[in-house]
Each structure stands twice: as C-alpha cells, then as structure tokens.
T-cell receptor
C-alpha cells in the first residue's frame, strides 16, 4: 500500500517557539491536507493545499499557521509561535485525482508544547 | 455542511462475537463515506469506503459496512471480533466538493475481551 511519511514522529517544544512538521506524500498525489487530533478528541481538518496554494482552511488555521511545498516533494506545516493548546497529533494526508482516489494518512507527528 | 454522528463512544464485545459500530451521516450531496481505524499510538488506516457503487462495502480484516440512504446510516460490522480489533474507529464523510476534505465523527472505542 502506498505510504505517506511524516517527520518527526514526536516534537517537544517550548511555548512561543516555531515548529515545522514535515510530510512526504506519495509522488503522484496532487491534493494535500493537514488534520489535527487533540488528545481524546476527534480529528479536525486544518487546511487543504492544491497547485501550490491553499484551497481551503478551517477557523483553527489562523495566522500562526502556514503551509508550503517548497521542493515539490515535502509538504510542511509551520506553526510560528506555539501555544499550549497546539499540543496535538498532526496528520498529513494526500490523494491523487479529484474524486477518484483514497485519502492516505501519514502516521502523525505528536506535538507537545510545554 | 456534511457531518457524521457516531452513536456509541464505547462498544465492548467478547472475542468471537459480532461487532456493530453505528454511524449516521448528514450530507447535502451524494456522500462518500469511510471508516478509518486507529490503533493505540498509530496513524489512521482506511478500513473501507463507499463511493456510490455497491451499497454493501467490504473492507480489510473482515469488516464491512452497508450504506442505507433511507436511514442515512453507514454502520460498520464484523461477524466475529478478534482481540486485534481493539482500537478507535472513525466514521468519516467527504464534503463533496471534489477536494475531499474529510469530516470525522467523534470515534467509537472498541474493546474486545477474551
């Protein structure tokens, strides 16, 4: 089965610090997503990305968050100044043709903000 | 807007007995529906998906789900539970825009006792 990978698996940071979470999607996938799951809660959509621009973002995705795909392979989520409430599992997901494929999830990055 | 409601936060079964995890959906479009499984400290794995083909969908590990439009339901079943089925199960609907933003239910934790 195709695999989306994410690094790091676990990131611990101090409040106010910047973090970058990385995702390597499957090579032929065109649509990319970030979701997060706060401990004990449901998975929430953050942002979708297509053709090198954000196609949709949730209300969670404020000015502290940004995404990019700088080199055509890695897909990154940056949090500029982390808050305690940013502590969560962050999942990257990707899929290919519109309406014809399955959304594949990475294993997640557990972000802990102290 | 799309939404899913998972009717049980926890389901407990004995090994070898049937599993039923309930999900109702709300959608303005003809929905795509999914079940994902999350084992402890693991990522999200697709169990099965419905995308307007056959209403009875078979997935991995012996799971299946039936799409019932009249009841707006997409319940997940398995004839005989195995200890390894213990996990969190998420019913998911896509938003129908073609970008397939996923909307997750709150999850059902399946407990399997010997």
């Amino acid at each position: 089965e195709p695999e989306v990978t994410q690094t790091p698996s676990h990131q611990v940071t101090q409040m106010g610090q910047e973090v970058i979470l990385r995702c390597v999607p499957i090579s032929n996938h065109l649509y990319f997503y970030w979701y997060r799951q706060i401990l004990g809660q449901k998975v929430e959509f953050l942002v979708s990305f297509y053709n090198n621009e954000i196609s949709e973002k949730s209300e969670i995705f404020d000015d502290q968050f940004s995404v990019e795909r700088p080199d055509g392979s890695n897909f990154t989520l940056k949090i500029r100044s982390t808050k305690l409430e940013d502590s969560a599992m962050y999942f990257c997901a990707a899929f290919g043709e519109r309406g014809t494929d399955t959304q594949y999830f990475g294993p997640g990055t557990r972000l802990t903000v102290l | 807007a799309q939404s899913v409601t998972q009717l049980d936060s926890h389901v407990s079964v004995s090994e070898g007995t049937p599993v039923l995890l309930r999900c109702n959906y709300s959608s303005s479009y003809s929905p795509s529906l999914f079940w994902y499984v999350q084992h402890p400290n693991k990522g999200l794995q697709l169990l099965l998906k419905y995308t307007s083909a056959a209403t009875l969908v078979k997935g991995i590990n012996g799971f299946e789900a039936e799409f019932k439009k009249s009841e707006t339901s997409f319940h997940l079943t398995k004839p005989s539970a195995h200890m390894s089925d213990a996990a969190e199960y998420f019913c998911v609907v896509s938003d129908g825009t073609g970008f397939q933003k996923l909307v997750f239910g709150t999850g059902t934790r399946l407990l399997v006792s010997p």
